[in-house]
């Protein structure tokens, strides 16, 4: 567990999904716009794996020409970050049975995407090593929403150096 930059991981996998994308015409996105680093504590492989699953979800089961945005919020103590598409969404009796491994909807439709019914096993998984867990949100025909909570990390390279900053304007 170490200090990682969320965004800039969430931007490296925009670009490893860059192909997929372009032939559906997808468009990713990361939110606010204003937004620089973002850093939470976490392990940064298994990181880079929960946000390729739920990334790579979205573009997969999203529409032609849709959007992906990857968004986050930061609290006092934790940031919430959310991956959400505009796609079909997903019906409300399988919400809770898409984290079971092996577990795909509409198997004719999934078999046609390609997959194996582990990534969102992989990312439970993950998240509860991590202290946390993934929630679902998701509409009929206007998209879904995966999100979860990591600690923020206070200690970060860009922040490390704004108390330094304030030592030297009180004794100038
Ligand atoms: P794998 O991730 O192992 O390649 P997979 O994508 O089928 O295979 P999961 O990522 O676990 O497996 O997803 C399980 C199922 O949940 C998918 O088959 C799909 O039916 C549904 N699903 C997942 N994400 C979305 C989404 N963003 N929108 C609609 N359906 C989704
Ligand atoms: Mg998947």
Redesign the pocket.
Known sequence: IAPIDIRLLALNIFSRLENIAKDKDVTFKVKPDELAEVWVLADADRMEQVML??I???V???NEGGKVIVHFSEGKKFVEIA?R?N????PHE?LNR??E?F????KS??KE???????????KHILNAHDTKIAVM?KPEK??T?SFKLEKAYISPASESIPEAAATQANP
């Not at 577990?103 to 509409?106: K, L, V």
């Open positions: 699953n739920l790579e979800n979205a997969k089961y999203g991956v598409d796609g079909p969404g997903i399988h898409i984290f491994r577990y795909r909807i509409d439709r999934s995407i390609g997959g194996t019914g582990l990534g969102l096993a992989i990312v998701s998209g879904t995966f």
